[in-house]
């Protein structure tokens, strides 16, 4: 039996650059790794068997999905237990980042011997962050999450200072009802130059320190204008806050630790007390 982690991911800005003519979306975002972490248990077995701390994992899960692309390499049955500590719908990747795990245990475990880009090739068809949870570390990311280019060095370092509170309303939305709304709207996309602009201007603002971030994100404005309790929230913050991806999951970053206790309040006033809230930490490697 083997145990394996797999951690969250938030986007500090994401923008939807355009659509394509195969009807899905590019991207340009800038994600960063953190926890929580999913618990993936693997063992050999009798014959195939999904189960998950909330009962039975879907067929069509992204676990489901990575452990049947594999077993064309590997000639075994198994047991795969997930236990989701990672939100659903949320946009903080947890279903990308349980299959690039799976993809990266195997490759170790079973000795496939893929390199780094054939991987990120294969995790490219479980969904468009899977790539990115192969090497797990902060980058610039494009395309349909496919171009991946690492940023490290002072980032890094600033970015470390920083306090991250994720938190989740008790809504979810999927990623298909996201773009299916985000393409009714007049000027749904932005363009490419733009987009960098905004990566370049919140590095810069890491970088020096800014205890108000530009953190940006294309699926915000119309996710908070649908659900008024989050602009009231955003209001009433004395933090950045945003929206991490296309789901309904939140983060709030801030440079001061001692305000962690007063925006947990501010978040369970407007939000409620039951939904998840955690104080995460960056996964940076520094």
Not at 42 to 62: K, L, R, V, W, Y
Not at 90 to 112: E, P, Q
Not at 165 to 181: H, M
């Amino acid at each position: 039996m083997n145990t394996i982690l797999a951690n969250a991911k938030i986007n500090l800005s994401l923008a939807v650059t355009g659509k394509r003519s195969d009807n899905y979306h590019n991207l340009l975002s800038l994600n960063v790794p953190v926890a929580p972490w999913d618990k993936i248990t693997i063992s050999e077995a009798g014959e195939d068997f999904f189960s998950a701390n909330h009962g039975m994992i879907p067929a069509d899960n992204s676990v489901v999905s990575a452990v049947k692309y594999l077993k064309r390499y590997v000639n075994e049955n198994f047991h795969i237990k997930l236990e989701k500590n990672i939100p659903i719908m949320a946009g903080f990747g947890g279903g990308s980042s349980d299959a690039a795990a799976i993809l990266k245990f195997f490759n170790a475990h079973y000795g496939l011997n893929f390199d780094g880009e054939k991987l990120q090739g294969i995790a490219g068809l479980f969904g468009a962050d899977c790539p990115f949870f192969i090497k797990n570390k902060p980058a610039i990311v494009s395309g349909m999450g496919d171009n991946i280019s690492e940023i490290g060095g002072d980032f890094c370092l600033n970015l470390a200072r920083y306090s991250v509170l994720l938190f989740k309303p008790n809504f979810g939305i999927s990623t298909g009802e996201a773009y299916r709304k985000l393409d009714l709207q007049p000027a749904p996309h932005i363009r490419e130059d733009q987009a960098m602009d905004l990566i370049q201007r919140l590095i810069s603002s890491v970088n020096n320190l800014e205890p108000i971030l530009p953190i940006f994100n294309t699926f915000s404005k119309l996710t908070f204008a649908e659900h008024r309790e989050l602009t009231l929230l955003g209001e009433a913050l004395p933090c950045s806050m945003t929206l991490s991806g296309s789901g309904s999951g939140c983060f709030c970053i801030f440079l001061d630790p001692a305000l962690e206790p007063e925006i947990s309040r501010l978040v369970k006033f407007f939000l409620g007390e039951n939904i998840f809230i955690q104080k995460s930490a960056f996964l940076l490697g520094v």
